[in-house]
């Protein structure tokens, strides 16, 4: 089986943590991050995860695990270090139909965590299905170091000129066109969008009209 990788966006939706050990600080770091709105629940809390709680950071409930506690939650993460009781949580959200990742458990998993490298517009996540977590930091740290420094700089142009494109050459009708042209553009070496803005205009509208039209994928 091949997951489907996607970018879950949390942003002011509520998620529940299961447990409040080293494990579940790391966890709960990147879903603040990701500015999801975060409710624990644990009989035993690490300092730092108590801290957080105490500023208002975390919702902290001292007690645990109980089905309801899913209510109205996006998503779950369990890292109680107990096999039984993070599968006892994933029953709970495949009950649910409610996503839920459980730490080190691959078999109680509807979503594996990956490793992530952020660069302004950019993520980079790389996974192993759960096989081989203390890889993936290293496989996606190594990725990274391949990208150009001024990466972020030369998305966020492609992103301009394809904004741009839909004006110059809008509707529907034109749309495999389009697609063709910006296919063009992105397998150009990475100076290509270093020209300055005319020139890079020009030469994607020659592409656009020289091109055989593309489906999108």
Wanted: with cysteine; net charge positive; proline share 7%.
């Amino acid at each position: 089986m091949t997951p489907l990788a996607v970018g879950l966006l949390l942003r002011d939706r509520d998620v529940l943590v299961v447990g409040a050990g080293p494990v579940a600080v790391a966890k709960i770091g990147r879903l603040l991050a990701s500015q999801a709105r975060v409710t624990v629940v644990a009989p035993d809390v690490t300092p730092q995860i108590a801290a957080w709680a105490q500023d208002g950071v975390v919702a902290l409930h001292h007690r645990r695990f109980a089905p309801a506690d899913l209510d109205g939650k996006w998503f779950c993460l369990t890292a109680t270090g107990r096999d039984r009781v993070d599968r006892e949580v994933f029953d709970a959200c495949e009950a649910r139909h409610l996503l839920c990742n459980a730490a080190d458990v691959p078999e109680a998993c509807s979503v594996f965590l990956m490793a992530q490298e952020d660069a302004g517009p950019i993520t980079l996540a790389v996974g192993t299905r759960g096989n081989s977590p203390g890889l993936s930091g290293r496989l996606a740290r190594e990725a990274r170091a391949t990208w150009p420094e001024d990466v972020a700089a030369l998305v966020a142009r492609y992103g301009a000129i394809r904004a741009w494109l839909k004006q110059e050459r809008p509707g529907p009708a034109l749309l495999e066109q389009r697609t063709a042209a910006l296919r063009w553009l992105a397998s150009q070496p990475w100076d290509v969008l270093r020209r300055t803005e005319a020139d890079l205009q020009a030469a994607v509208l020659h592409a656009f009209a020289t091109l055989p039209p593309q489906r999108p994928r």
